[in-house]
């Protein structure tokens, strides 16, 4: 099986969007996943859009996706209409931008805040309104919108709070399985199950088993030989997205072991 193969720039949110793109390039990887951190990646900038399209074709890196903003105010499960609205917003410039590169599929998060206390459920009904919008719109602009699976503590983290909005969803909307997050809370399995034919994309990072880490893949507890042959057993052709936490030292080495292990433990 032929597997494809990207790294996230997000998780370099301290250092500009082009010097970490540099250090891709130094590390031997050619496809990039865009972040969009406060201070790393504006996608509302026009300038900025346009210094890393230059870069992206200097290099010849593919721009596969890009994450949308997300955190604070941006929550698509918010009870406030106006922060819903904002949420939507943020997207739908993460989504022109990443066209503007030309990239296809805009990875969002449904909410970043803990389900105790929250009634989830009304929750999930305010996201699942605020994403087949997105859907609709995108569906204009060739953009694919990708769901990513929260951390399990969080609304819409068990396979239940996901599959309430995943069945609601009235257009193609894709899944993006982080592994950290569906492991974290023993559902990996569970996720690729009801993900079915929307799993699209995977961000590939490893735990110690108590947190996010976002450690290179083989440098925790998660069990690779399991992960590779699910997704070998549903076909798997999406991107494979490297997203482990950026170092304190050398970039280019780091991520050159990261991907090269990454690679490694699916079998290339």
Not at 37 to 59: I, K, N, Y
Not at 129 to 148: D, G, I, K, T, Y
Not at 168 to 180: E, H, I
Not at 255 to 268: D, K, V, Y
Request: with cysteine; net charge negative.
């Amino acid at each position: 099986m032929k597997w494809q193969f990207a790294a996230a720039t997000g998780c370099c949110p301290d250092r500009p969007v082009v010097a970490t793109i540099d250090a891709f390039y130094d590390a031997g990887i050619t496809a990039v996943e865009l972040g969009t951190p406060p201070g790393h990646f504006d996608p509302w900038s026009h300038e900025e859009v346009r210094a890393v399209r230059t870069r992206l074709r200097q290099l010849a890196i593919k721009p596969v996706s890009i994450h949308a903003p997300f955190g604070g105010l941006l929550d698509l499960t918010d009870p406030n209409p106006h922060h819903r609205n904002a949420a939507i917003g943020a997207v739908l410039s993460a989504a022109t931008a990443v066209r503007e590169l030309g990239g296809s599929r805009v990875v969002v998060h449904l909410s970043d805040v803990p389900r105790e206390g929250q009634d989830v459920y009304a929750r999930l009904g305010h996201a699942v309104e605020a994403l087949n919008v997105l859907a609709r719109a995108l569906l204009q602009m060739s953009v694919l919108l990708a769901v990513e699976t929260p951390l399990p503590h969080l609304i819409g983290g068990n396979p239940a709070e996901f599959m309430t909005v995943i069945q609601r969803l009235l257009l193609p909307v894709g899944v993006c399985l982080d592994t950290s997050h569906t492991t974290l809370g023993d559902h990996w399995d569970e996720f690729v199950q009801l993900a079915g034919p929307r799993l699209i994309h995977v961000h590939a990072n490893d735990h110690r088993g108590h947190s996010d880490d976002h450690l290179p893949p083989g440098e925790g507890i998660i069990d690779w030989r399991r992960v590779r042959s699910t997704l070998e057993h549903v076909d798997f052709t999406g991107w494979i997205v490297l997203e482990v936490a950026c170092p304190e030292g050398a970039m280019a080495p780091y991520f050159m072991n990261a991907i090269s292990r990454t690679r490694q433990l699916f079998g290339e």
